[in-house]
């Protein structure tokens, strides 16, 4: 799977994933010393940083991190790459200043701690080569502010048991919008679907899987449903019901960007 990226610092790297799903301070955050990883909010703690492709949301914390990613670097102890969601300052010039390969603008949820990855920040792209990418749909339904979600069967091919939003693979070129249309009816028989918006595809995992999410939002006139054989139960819920749930991976996610932006 490849996928594009802004280059901020030059260079290519390929290493091992080391994955972060909080913002990282190098100042406190890693162990200036052993080039280990202190902060517990990461999941990392105690993992090295030297080699790995180090993936964090962004940077956050004092200037001095700058001068702490060089310091990393010049005693062989940092990591091969850095890949950020959003690049800040003090991060970029760490990796500039340390001659570390960096890029920025990509989604993290297409990478688990321990991946192949590779870094090419000239080119402006990252690839992970034993990853599949499987495009897929994910479509709400609305009704009265209310949202319906699906818990998953076991004749599905994944994330049995799980609570999902309507959801479908694509085939070739076929139109996401169109997909997901189809699947409402045929997953839910629901009469008068009216598509709402459309968000911007994000990434989740599952094993050698990444699943390229494309969001929808569609109202509904009722809440009626008639299930057929890849969901158990179905049920409307306000949003913040939605983190009690055994959910997919990032579903809170795709509904926020279908609501918020």
């Not at 799977?1 to 100042?27: C, E, N, Q, T, W």
């Not at 005693?75 to 500039?96: D, F, M, T």
């Not at 968000?199 to 390229?212: E, K, Q, S, V």
């Not at 890849?230 to 019901?241: G, V, Y």
């Amino acid at each position: 799977m490849r996928l594009p990226a802004r280059r901020i610092s030059p260079g290519r790297a390929d290493g091992k994933a080391l994955v972060s799903p909080v913002p990282f301070s190098f100042v406190g955050g890693a162990d200036p010393s052993k080039g280990t990883v202190l902060d517990e909010s990461t999941g990392c703690r105690g993992e090295p940083l030297a080699g790995r492709v180090f993936a964090f949301p962004q940077g956050k914390g004092s200037t001095v991190g700058s001068y702490a990613i060089y310091g990393l670097a010049k005693r062989g102890i940092g990591p091969a790459a850095l890949l950020n969601e959003r690049a800040e300052a003090i991060v970029a010039a760490g990796a500039i200043l340390g001659g570390v390969p960096m890029v920025d603008r990509v989604d993290l949820g297409a990478f688990v701690t321990g991946d192949r990855v590779i870094v090419d920040a000239d080119r402006g792209r990252v690839d992970l080569p034993e990853v599949t990418p499987r495009p897929v749909v994910s479509a709400f339904l609305r009704n009265r502010g209310r949202f319906l979600v699906l818990r998953r069967s076991d004749r599905v091919g994944s994330f049995r048991g799980r609570w999902s939003a309507v959801s479908g693979y694509l085939e070739g070129r076929e139109d996401p919008r169109d997909r997901a249309a189809q699947e409402i009816r045929e997953e839910t028989q629901a009469k008068g679907a009216r598509f709402r918006k459309a968000a911007d595809p994000l990434y989740t995992r599952d094993g050698a899987t990444a699943f390229i999410v494309h969001p929808f939002l569609f109202d509904v006139p009722s809440r009626r449903v008639t299930l057929d054989w890849e969901n158990l139960e179905h049920r409307w819920i306000a949003p913040s019901e939605l983190a009690t749930l055994d959910a997919v991976p990032r579903l809170g996610i795709v509904l926020d960007r279908l609501l918020h932006g």
